[in-house]
């Protein structure tokens, strides 16, 4: 069975540049190993990337042995849906692309929070993008 986003279509990528995903592969898909549930696809604020260091979770910092590159806000990263949980608590939580977050993302944060802070985020910007 295919994995499903939130709103209980087909999983969109969610970024390769840096490419993301627990299993680098550009989704948020997720299995028994990725204990954190990288379920979510956020773009990236420099609010969120603060709140994220104050909490010990340093998306700033390249981790080459993790092939991290580090994050800038505009990013598009698969976050974990506990520490994004966190953010949207603390007034930080960074936008989401609904169509990209894995549908196992409900079993922590509520549709309506992630409805919220829906973003429509084009695969290709064009002439605009970053």
Known sequence: MPDRNVLGGPLESCGTDPMTGFFRDGCCRTGPEDRGSHTICAVVTEEFLEHQRSIGNDLITAVPWFSFPGLVPGDRWCVT??????AHEGGAAAY?????????ALDIVPLQALQEHAVDVPADPGPFGP
Not at 81 to 86: G, I, K, P, T, V
Not at 96 to 104: F, I, N, Q, Y
């Open 96 to 104: 989401v692309v609904l169509a990209s977050t894995h549908e196992r």
């Open 81 to 86: 849906a506990s520490n994004w949980l966190r």
